[in-house]
């Protein structure tokens, strides 16, 4: 299967089961849209042109970089991994000084009582992540809520006992935390940023676009509040070398994002990233598939914004924009998606056990409790088996392996199918691929 798209003046050419890109002339690229829609046509160049492009493909199909043969499911399918866990969403806080439009988590509490989680309970839960994690050394915990901040002094204690524990078991854990930024202060900045190896900040971009949708308990907007202390947290941050992201959801709002992006690159912040909501198309700042169009367009001016950026020596990382052309996708573990359910579990302020974050406080896929110490891993096979061979959606689709059949929770929240992902998602994840691609190819001339 092979995918073909232009940008700027690029033509570019993906195969999708070796992972190649190849920027090809314009022969190439019409002789190979015509072998893809099995169509004959007209080429307006010399008969010389159109062997010379001949050869070329053919080569590459002699190497393997085109048309390649798919490799057997049954050798590189997820379902041969063993039930080991080696990350964890640990919920320290149930309540949250925010009240977000969007928040799929209600207003902090997931649909549950407000709380906070006990130190106990999040001694357990890292005891719980390093009995199941098997061999494997590297692991991971974010802190998150909720608001983390609202309880941390037990964040401290966590990342205390972590580092206490790993050492005695021969392991490491990489420690993230998500913040929303009201209660940074010179003191827990200095602490997250010795311990984590990388902090998400939330905002949405600019003022009248944050405000609309992430508000305080009171009612009142949070920009002015949180602007200057993300400011200085990232200006600490960046001297020290700490990875971090400021992270976005983007609504009907403000289909305009790409304005929210450039909006927080010239605040300083070179580490963005802006997510579309998913929710329910009752809600007046719901993103529907009619959409789409509209946002794929943001998405190339977004593109533009980064060239532009590049070319004046201060360049911005864009997540979704990231992309590793060097290597080509690892077939097992884009096969696999995420983890949720299988490698990854979120453990609740009460010490309950979920797949992921999203599905925490739905006693449909309540595992268990790290203080009770009972776990049973029902919901394994569920997800071990929802992977790119099994969605009928992602088994024809040219992105793939790059994108893994998407998120759990959203198939589950929006199509009632975890087999099933969501269209308006995926089709944003192919076009931000394409820019992506078209990005890296475009650094490399």
């Known amino acids: 299967m092979i995918h073909l798209f232009t940008f700027k003046d690029l033509n570019i050419v993906t195969d999708t089961e070796s992972g190649a890109v190849h920027v090809v002339s314009g022969t190439v690229y019409d002789m190979l849209s015509a072998a893809e829609h099995k169509k004959d046509r007209p080429f307006c160049v010399d008969a010389s042109t ?40 640990l919920h320290i806080a149930h309540d949250c000084n925010m009240r977000c439009a969007y928040c799929f988590a209600g207003t902090g509490e997931y649909s549950g009582e407000r ?12 005891d719980f992540l390093l009995e199941h994690s098997g061999t494997r050394r590297n692991l991971e915990i974010d802190f998150f809520g909720g608001e983390p901040l609202m309880n941390f002094g037990v964040v401290r204690d966590l990342v205390r006992y972590g580092r206490e524990r790993e050492r005695e078991l021969g392991k490491h854990i990489r420690f993230t935390l998500t913040t929303n930024g009201l209660l940074l202060d010179d003191e827990n900045s200095a602490f997250i940023n010795e311990h984590m190896d990388n902090v998400i900040l939330s905002i949405d971009g600019r003022p009248e676009v944050n405000d609309r949708v992430r508000r305080t308990v009171a009612g009142g907007g949070t920009y002015e509040h949180i602007i200057g202390k993300l400011r200085r947290f990232v200006k600490a941050r960046e001297k020290a070398g700490k990875l971090y992201y400021v992270r976005g959801t983007y609504t009907a709002y403000n289909k305009d994002f790409a304005e929210d992006v450039a909006h927080l690159a010239s605040l300083g912040f070179g580490n963005v990233s802006v997510e579309p909501v998913v929710t329910s198309a009752e809600e007046d700042f719901a993103l529907t598939e009619a959409d789409i169009p509209e946002l794929c367009a943001e998405y190339d001016r977004l593109a533009d914004l980064m060239i532009e950026r590049e070319k004046s020596g201060a360049p911005l990382s864009f997540f979704h924009f990231n992309i590793d052309l060097s290597q080509g ?3 097992f573990k884009r096969a696999a998606g995420c983890g949720a359910g299988t490698e990854y579990v979120a453990v609740a302020a009460n010490g309950d056990l979920y797949p992921c974050h999203q599905f925490v406080g739905e006693p449909a896929y309540l595992l268990g409790n790290v203080n009770a110490g009972n776990f049973e891993n029902r919901l394994f096979d569920t997800f071990n088996t929802a992977h790119i061979f099994s969605k009928p959606a992602c088994r024809d689709c040219w992105a793939k392996y790059w994108c893994s059949g998407g998120c759990h929770a959203n198939a589950v929240h929006m199509n009632g199918d975890i087999l099933r992902p969501h269209e308006l998602v995926c089709a944003l994840e ?15 001339m």
Not at 60 to 72: A, D, K, M, Q, T
Not at 115 to 122: D, K, N, V
Request: proline letters at 9%; aromatic letters at 2%; glycine letters at 4%.
């Open 50 to 89: 159109q062997r010379e492009a001949k050869e070329e493909i053919e080569e590459l199909v002699r190497e393997g970089l085109l048309f390649s043969e798919p490799v057997p499911e049954e050798l590189v399918s997820p379902e041969l991994r063993e039930p080991v866990i080696k990350a964890m969403c």
């Open 115 to 126: 709380s906070l989680l006990p130190a106990e309970t999040g001694r357990n839960a890292i």
């Open 430 to 444: 192919r076009k931000r691929l394409e820019c992506a691609i078209g990005l890296a190819a475009l650094a490399q």
């Open 329 to 331: 996708p690892c077939v």
